[in-house]
């Protein structure tokens, strides 16, 4: 069956036409998530937005202004941070490696059978130790929502040892924001390790 050139075409256009103005018209009908405005005040310790600002809590430092766009994205990034991690120096730091001397090796291999990997170094390195960012450049100019639930992090562990899950623990504290983190379970898996069950 051979279809009139006419249809085709206007087959293709309607097409375009979707493709490239559907999902503008989506965004006007139902709009984006949450629509905050810019500068809006919003809590810290709560993801809600309040009714009324009370010029009192602003003042006691319950509440701070934070730049949200129109969509209700945020910058997350902590830049201040970021830079305190460049900055850092010792073992380990920015995933440098860790160059034992041949005493140190002797001793190394004890940890490193009973756990499957260099635990000495481990406990060299800093448990709130620094890492690169390997992330995509464009991930760095990411935004996320402000209005956020917080989170409970669940970290289950079988004979870990020591330093590594500390490590893991800080890595959570340390690199999210306070007012997200419920709080962080470490779930034992059947230890037998002394540590473990404290």
């Known amino acids: 069956m051979r279809r009139h050139p006419v249809t085709l075409l206007k087959y293709l256009i309607v097409g375009f036409v979707c493709v ?9 009908l139902f709009g984006s998530v949450e629509q905050t405005t810019r500068n809006e005040i ?3 310790e709560r993801a809600v937005v309040p009714n009324k600002v009370n010029r009192e809590d602003v003042n006691k430092g319950n509440l701070i202004a934070v730049q949200v766009d ?10 201040k941070l970021i830079e305190e ?23 190394k291999d004890t940890l490193y059978k009973t756990n499957g ?23 760095v100019h990411k935004k996320y929502l402000y209005i956020l639930p917080n989170a409970s992090v669940v970290i289950p562990f079988h004979n870990e040892h020591w330093s ?8 959570v504290l340390n690199r999210s924001p306070k007012h997200l ?14 540590h473990c069950k404290q």
């Open 85 to 107: 991690d460049l900055s850092r120096k010792g073992p380990g730091e920015q995933g440098a490696a860790v160059i034992l001397t041949p005493n140190e090796e002797k001793q």
């Open 70 to 79: 129109k969509d209700g994205k945020y910058d997350w990034h902590n830049y």
């Open 117 to 139: 990997f260099n635990a000495f170094v481990s406990d060299k390195i800093s448990l709130q130790r620094s890492l690169k960012d390997i992330r995509h450049a464009d991930c």
């Open 42 to 44: 919003l809590p810290v």
């Open 181 to 194: 983190i419920h709080e962080v379970i470490l779930v034992d898996d059947f230890s037998n390790k002394e």
């Open 20 to 28: 490239v103005f559907g999902p503008f018209a989506l965004r006007l």
């Open 164 to 171: 590594t899950l500390l490590r893991t623990v800080y890595s």
